[in-house]
C-alpha cells in the first residue's frame, strides 16, 4: 500500500462521511426518494472502493469486510426508508464510517513507495545513482528513472535545440521515457530532482512539465540533490534563491558546515523578500547528509571500467610499461570567460605533453562547453570545433566527451585544470590535484616570490611568501631569493600565515595570522621552534577568525607582545620561560567604540617608550598599552575616519591611515586631531575598502602606498604639501601580473635602512626608494628552479601523506610548475596515497526520505 493509496482510500470514506451528512438533511425534510438515490449511489461507491482495495491489497482485508457491512447497513437503511420505518440509520451508518477509517489506518498502512528520479544530464547521474541503488535494492519501493529533455536558449531567451541523454545512461539502469510516465496520474511519494535552475538559466533550460514548482504539486516529498560538489563551507548566495531550492521539501547538502551556509542565507532572503516563511523551516529543508557523488567515486574501482582499444594502447610505452595518466579537466564558463588568453594557455598544455613519453594527457571538457559556446561565444564556437577536431586526430591524446565522468577519474593517476566540482571530487581519492592557472604558460618553469612580510637581518632580507610554508631570505645586493626551510606544524599551503616578522638579537618573531602557531627562527642554529596558540574561549563584538589571529609583534626587554586582529586579546611571550599570558582588560572598552566588528580590533601599531599605542581599525580609536604595567587607555580620535589601516609616529604626532576612503589623520593624545589631510589626492572616488597598505615616516616624510586605491604620495611634515611618488605611481597604470592572487596595486610598505620598500601586485616586483637620493630599485624576484623543486616535492610529499593538520592542500599553479608536478606524479609509487573515508550518502538520503514520507517496512 502507498501513502497515496491510502491518503486516496480515506479522501473517499470522507466523501462516504459527507454523503452520509446529506442523507440526513434530505431525510429530515421528507424527501425519501432522494434519499433511497444517495443510498444507492453510496452502495456503487462502496463496491468501488472494495475494488480498488482488493486490487493493490487481494482478498481478505479487514477493511474490505468492515466495507461490507457497511454496504449491507446502507441496503438495510433503503428498506426502512421504503417501509416509512427507519429512525435517524444515519448515526449507526456514521459510527460504521469511523471504525472503518480506523482500520485503514492501522491495517492499510503504507508500506509501499513509489520513488522517481529525474535527472537532465547523464554526465550527472552520480548526483542520484547510489539513492537509486537503495531504492531499487527495496523491495517496498517502485523505483524509476525518467531522464528528462533540456533545451539550448537563443539570445532571446527561447527554446531552441532540445537534448535528450536516456539513452547514455549504465546498461544497468532501466530507463522510462519521459513521454510515458505520467506524474499527475501517478503521484509518486518522492521526486528527485538534480538540477535546481527550472527556468533561470540563461543557457538552458529543462522542459516546462518538469519545472520543481509542477513536480512539487504531483508529490509528497520533492528532494533537490545538488549534481555538483564544492570545497569547504561557502556556497554562492544565490543558491538559496533558485526554484529547485526554494520549492523542494528536502535540500541535502554535503556537509553540515554547508547547511548552516545554506540555512543562514535563505533567512536573509526569506526576511528581505518577505517570504514569511512560505518555502518551508529552513532547519528542517536543509539536511546534511552527504553527496551521493562522493559514494561513487569512492566505491568504485579500475577493473570496473574497460577502454576503447586506442585509449588503451596509448595508455602504454614501447617496452609495454605504463604511463602515467592526467586527467585535464577543461571548464565550459573559465574558457568562455577567458577568450584567446584561454586558447594560447590550452595550445601550452597541448605542447607540454604531445611528445612525452611518461605521461598521457586525458583530455575531458565540461560536457556543456559546446552548448555553451554557441551560446554566449558564437564568435569562437568554429575555434573550438576546430581545437577538439585537431586533438583527436592528432592521436598523441584522450578525447572524452562521453557521459562517464568517474571511468576519467579511477583511471588517471593525478589531475590538472582548472577549478570546478570535478576537483573536490578528484580530492576525495586522494590522488594529486592542481589548479591551472590560465594566464600562466605551461611551458614556464620559474616561480616568481609573492610577499607580503618583509624583515631587515644584516647582509638579507626576510620574508614569508603569501601562499606557501616557507621561510626565504634575499640577499640585499643581488636580490636574489634562497629558500631556508618550512614552518613546523604548519598547514603546507598556508594563506597569509604570517602578516609580520621581527628580528630579536638572532632570532626572526613571526606574528601568526592564520597560522597555528607563535613561531621563533634562530639563525645560528638554522632551527625553528614554535608555540601552539590555545584557541579563545571567549570572544566579543569582534568575532574570532582563526584565519585572522595576530597582525604584528613587538619586542621590549624580556617579552613578545603579539597585536591582536581578530584574537580577543593582546598576548606577552616570555623569552626567559616561554610562558604565554593573554591582557584582554581594553576589550570592553575598544568594543564600545567599534563601528564595524568586520574590521576586528587592530592592523597595526608603533611601540615608543614602555607604551604601544595601536590605531583601532574597526574603531576611530587608539589604545595606548603599557608594556610594564600592562594599564591601558582608550583615545578617541575624533576624525570622520571608520578606522585605521596603519600608523606611524614622527616623534611628535601620529600619523593614521584609513581603513576606508577618508583622510590621513595627523593626531597625538594631548591635542587630539591637528589636522586632516591627503583628501582625493588622486581623485580616487572608488570608495573600496582599504585604500592604503601602510603608512611610514622616514626623513621628514609620511609616506602611503595603495591597496585597493589608486595613489601613491608622500606628505611632507613640515608644511604639509603632498606630493605624488612617481616611482610608485607608475606601477599602479600597469596591467595587474597573471600570477598574483591578490588583486590591489601594493602588497608590502616597510622602511628598511631609509629606503620604502615596496612590493607591487601589479607587476610582481620588489621596490626600494631611497628617501635621500631619490634612487629607485625594482626587480622581480625569482625562486631558484633548485628551490622549486624542493618546495613543490615536500608539498607534494606531505599533501599525499596528509601530514600536518590532515592538510588537504590543492596544488597551485603559481607555486608550483606544471613540469615539477609532473616529475612528482611520475615518481610517486601511489603508496602513499590518502584517500577519504567511504561515504554513505545514498543510504542515508533515502533512510531519511522512507521516514520524512512515514513508509513502514
Known sequence: MRRFDQKKILEL???????????????????????LQVLADCQDFVTAICDFIVGIEGEGTQTVALLGEYYGSLYQASLAVEQKGSDKFWKSLKKQLIKIENNVKTELKPNKLEVVFFPYNASMWDSLESVWLEAKDDPCCDAYVVPIPYYELAPNGTFGKMHYEGGKYPENVPITNWQEYDIAARRPDVVFIHYAYDDAARNASIHPDFYSKRLREYCDLLVYIPYFVVAGAYVEDYYTTLPGVLYADRVILQSEEQRQSYIDQYKHYDKQNSWNGRYGNPTEKFVALGSPKFDKVLNVKRDDYSLPEGWEQLLYREDGTTKKVILYNTHMFTWINGGEPYFKKLESVFECFRSR??????????????????RFRPELFDRYMWVVQEYKEAGWGIYDDTSDLHRAITVSDAYYGDASSVVTLYAATGKPVMIANMKILSSADEIELIFEVLCDGADYLWCVPVNMNSLFRISKETWTAEHIGFFENEKFASWRAFLNVIMVNDRLIFAPYSADNITGYSLASDSFKCSPIKKPKKEGKVKYNPECKFSQVFHCGDSLFFIPHTYPGILRYDLITGKVKC???????????IKKAEYGYFYRGVLLGDKLFLAGSGANAVLEFDVKDFTHRIHEVRSCNTGYVGICSDGEYFWMAPIEHGAIVKWNPQEGVVKECGYNVCNDSSCKPFPYQNISYENGNVFVLPASGNCAFKLNIRNDTVTILDVFQSECEQESSPTQPIQSKYLLQEIIDGEVY??????????????????TRRQTVFVSNEDSWEIGSEQYRRRQR???????????????????????????????CTKCSVSRAGKNIYECVRKAVNVVG
Not at 462516504?16 to 426518494?33: H, I, M, T, Y
Not at 591582557?583 to 567604540?593: A, F, H, T, V
Not at 606544471?818 to 616529475?823: F, P
Open 357 to 374: 613519453e611518461d605521461v598521457v594527457l586525458w583530455w575531458r571538457p565540461h560536457p556543456n562547453t559546446e552548448l555553451n559556446f554557441r
Open 802 to 832: 596528509g601530514i600536518v593538520n590532515n592538510d588537504t592542500a590543492i596544488f597551485q599553479e603559481n607555486t608550483l610548475s606544471l613540469k615539477d608536478y609532473l616529475r612528482c606524479v611520475i615518481e610517486d609509487t601511489g603508496e602513499t
Open 13 to 35: 470514506l470522507q466523501t462516504l462521511n459527507e454523503a452520509n451528512a446529506e442523507l440526513k438533511l434530505l431525510f429530515l425534510q421528507g424527501e425519501d426518494s432522494a434519499v
Open 583 to 593: 591582557y584582554s582588560g581594553w576589550i570592553k572598552d575598544m568594543e564600545r567604540l
Open 758 to 775: 615596496g612590493y607591487s601586485t601589479k607587476t610582481n616586483r620588489l621596490m626600494a626608494y631611497n628617501t635621500k637620493t631619490g634612487e
